[in-house]
């Protein structure tokens, strides 16, 4: 899994923009939630959770509390065994137009398919950021 900025650097009060690309690895195919085009923005941050450091700490910013809606099956696809998607401008709860002047670092804790038994988080590749005054 993988996380992008769309710029390198964002202004103070400006919220930075994030794409994701999960692949498959596996030899079997795996449901991930299906957040292209904008769907289920409400599940995103749930199953894409964003984190910020500076340096070798968490940023500390306030974090919108959403009550997700239901999802389904129909919430879902499976991605097969050598496969890659990506999701453009993925949303996040995080106030990070509250983030000071400086140079960060963002990761995702991605959750496939909590309808798994075995279900677990993988962490992407780190995105970096500066912002600028």
Same mark, same amino acid.
């Given at each position: ?29 795996? @449901?991930? $939630? ?9 599940? !995103?941050?749930?199953?894409?959770? $964003?984190?910020?450091? !500076? ?40 106030? $990070? ?11 995702? $804790? ?10 677990? @988080?993988? @962490?992407?590749?780190?995105? @970096? ?5």
């Amino acid at each position: 899994m993988s996380l992008a900025t769309d710029s390198s650097w964002v202004k103070v009060g400006n919220r930075p923009v994030f794409s994701v690309a999960v692949s498959n690895s596996t030899d079997r195919p795996v @449901r991930v $939630l299906d957040v292209r085009d904008g769907r289920r923005p409400d599940l !995103q941050d749930s199953y894409f959770e $964003l984190f910020v450091i !500076q340096g070798t700490k968490l940023v500390n910013v306030p974090v919108a509390i959403s009550d997700p809606g239901p999802f389904s099956s129909a919430d879902f696809f499976e991605l097969r065994p050598g496969a890659r998607v990506g999701f453009q401008r993925i949303s996040y709860k995080r106030a $990070l137009e509250d983030l000071p002047a400086g140079e960060y670092e963002a990761f995702i $804790l991605f959750w496939a398919d909590p309808l798994e038994s075995h279900a677990t @988080r993988c @962490r992407s590749t780190s995105a @970096r950021f500066t912002v600028h005054e």
